[in-house]
């Protein structure tokens, strides 16, 4: 039987059940012949589709290698003629041409390779490599074993997976038939590594910590809620992993790091998942000048692993040469607005943003350090498209930041902005459990007037700092972002292999 998706498509004259349907029906006659595809479990496949191109690009048409082959994949297309048929194989490491013979195979073996193999049928095939007369490195089947029968027939790759929706929940399909989506995450693989390769240069510790807890602490953002039904309480996935890492310090591993899952209960955009992975790293003895550094070597070492410092992302070419510009968010505000927040009182401020719309309504307890990164995020932010460190955050919005020693009202503190969208975030730890103690207030505060990603209070937190943290630099950086610019990758979703999709109806 054929079927239109010999040629690798859902063609609008069969429709994709009816296909299913007559490959079931295919599949129950191929078993009452005695060969059920399903039952093999194992194919001593030795070569992949890399190595045969690899060691065989120099043959000359009507050339062939002398080695036995043994190769394995998905069929990708098929071209089936009288005596002699064609079919693409693809596996991981690339695609290749099979020319199937009948004087090769023989007639038994040759009619049931054109009487039952599909297009997304996956073949283990033992041949030679040869160049056809047109000068395609092929590779000339002399037996072949049919591993597993696909009942349904692949996408046709322009149609079939144009809707991002399907591409998203149904990612094996991308997968399957968009190669340059394998080399995404493949790239994404080696970004992770290379951050790896530069914290273990540096003697930094992987830790593993909790991402259930009794308390979501570390960032000011909304949690997901649970309960435990042993223990009767509610539990929190974790927002950030900083309060067990600085723990950790204050035991005496002085330099650590996670990269691992964080969730946040917030909206679904173009840069945010509640879903995502970060990358957290805290040295003792250290500050948010040296994180700026490691920052740096970070983000070059994973351009350079990848591709190029100097790279385009959606059109824009963004250079990764480090020393990336420094500047702070007061600066950038008077740069970009006129206005000047050093001098500026607490009701111009107020006033100000109500006339310029930069919030829609005061909650009473604003100063213009509450309202400097609202000006920050309404008139600037986007603006900051090659890598810019904004340092000078205001402590107001920095509970776990180290004062400036000059104005106690602003933080030894960064974020790293690349292409309008925050990249990382860091500072020099703040360690005094008094302040601290008095910042969580502050804090707690803020939630009962209405700010629901306000901190929460840890107590335990604060026991471990009067324990003692040392002078500690942290910093955090979303993978997936960075991998987002380095693979030129529109929406987060393209790099998170099953993003968060809202059920179907």
């Not at 400097?372 to 919005?397: N, R, S, W």
Request: net charge negative.
């Amino acid at each position: 039987m054929s079927d239109a998706s010999d040629r690798g498509q859902v063609q609008g004259c069969m429709p994709e059940e009816e296909i299913f349907r007559q490959r079931k029906e295919k599949l129950f006659r191929l078993r009452e012949e005695g060969y059920d595809p399903f039952s093999i479990d194992k194919f001593d496949r030795q070569h992949s589709v890399g190595y045969v191109r690899e060691r065989y690009d120099h043959l000359a048409p009507d050339q062939e290698g002398e080695e036995l082959l043994s190769v394995a994949g998905r069929i990708m297309t098929l071209r089936r003629h009288g005596k002699a048929s064609f079919a693409t194989l693809e596996e991981d490491s690339g695609r290749i041409q099979l020319y199937f013979q009948l004087d090769q195979l023989g007639e038994e073996s040759y009619g049931f390779f054109k009487k039952w193999v599909d297009t997304g049928d996956i073949l283990g095939v033992n041949g030679r490599a040869f160049r056809t007369q047109r000068g395609e490195l092929s590779i000339k089947v002399t037996e072949f074993k049919l591993l597993t029968k696909a009942l349904r027939p692949l996408p046709e790759k322009w149609h079939g997976l144009k809707d991002q929706e399907v591409r998203y929940r149904q990612r094996y399909l991308d997968l399957m038939v968009n190669p340059e989506v394998r080399e995404t995450f493949r790239k994404r693989t080696r970004i992770i590594q290379t951050v790896r390769r530069v914290m273990e240069s540096h003697g930094t510790l992987e830790v593993t910590t909790p991402i259930l807890s009794t308390l979501a602490g570390g960032a000011n953002a909304r949690p997901f809620v649970t309960f435990h039904n042993a223990l009767g309480i509610p539990m929190y996935l974790r927002i950030a992993t900083e309060l067990y890492l600085k723990r950790l310090v204050v035991g005496m591993f002085d330099r650590v790091y996670e990269i691992g899952p964080n969730f946040r209960n917030e909206g679904i955009d173009l840069k945010h998942n509640p879903e995502f992975t970060a990358m957290e790293v805290y040295w003792a003895y250290a500050n948010n000048e040296d994180m700026m550094n490691l920052c740096e070597e970070i983000l070059v070492a994973c351009a350079d692993a990848v591709g190029s410092r100097t790279f385009t992302y959606q059109g824009r070419e963004i250079c990764f040469e480090p020393p990336f510009r420094r500047a702070t968010m007061m600066d950038l505000v008077r740069e970009h607005t006129g206005i000047d927040f050093e001098i500026i009182s607490d009701e111009e401020a107020r006033r100000i943003a109500l006339e310029r719309k930069v919030v829609e309504e005061l909650k009473g307890y604003e100063t213009r350090y509450h309202l400097l990164p609202e000006f920050f995020d309404a008139y600037v932010e986007d603006k900051l498209i090659q890598p810019t460190f904004v340092i000078g955050h205001p402590t107001v919005i920095s509970p776990l930041a180290k004062r400036n020693p000059d104005n106690p009202d602003i933080t030894d503190r960064f974020e790293l902005f690349v292409n309008g969208s925050e990249l990382a975030n860091a500072f020099s730890e703040l360690n005094d459990p008094l302040d601290q103690r008095e910042r969580f207030l502050e804090q707690v505060r803020q939630k009962e007037a209405g700010d629901d990603e306000a901190h929460v209070f840890d107590e335990d937190f604060i026991n471990a700092l009067e324990y003692g943290l040392p002078p500690t630099g942290g910093m955090g950086i979303g993978i997936d972002r960075l991998v987002m610019l380095l693979t030129d990758s529109k929406s987060i979703r393209d790099v998170i292999l099953f993003p968060t999709m809202k059920p179907k109806a």
